[in-house]
């Protein structure tokens, strides 16, 4: 069955959730985003590279995929990039991660409840 807009299931919210999911699926970028929402400032991506036991290509990968998702923000100034968390989005995908939990557990205890 093909999705068109009349039948798709999808909304605004489920999307976006997916997207800031996908970007935090790897141990680098929760460590990046951890670093960074935990900040009241910007950070190098040279500085991270000092911290991770990864390359600069790799880290660059990741810092591409949360900037991809809109989770993170650069800014080039040569030869550095400076990365900040993008506070706007970092708020909304923590509010969509809590109503996720928070519903689905209701939704759980309903079910307990019910047998």
Known sequence: MELTQ???PYNEDI????KFAKAMSHPVRVYILRK?????SCCYSGDLVNELPIGRSALSQHL???????LIQGEI???YIKYCIN???WEK???????LFVSTRI?????????
Do not use: F, Q, W, Y
């Open 36 to 40: 960074l929402s935990g900040m009241n």
């Open 87 to 89: 506070r706007e989005n």
């Open 6 to 8: 009349s039948n798709n």
């Open 15 to 18: 999307i976006r959730i997916s």
């Open 93 to 99: 995908a923590v509010e969509l991660c809590k109503e």
């Open 77 to 79: 100034k040569a030869p």
């Open 64 to 70: 591409k995929e949360l900037k991809h998702a809109g």
């Open 107 to 115: 939704e759980l205890l309903d079910s307990e409840t019910a047998l």
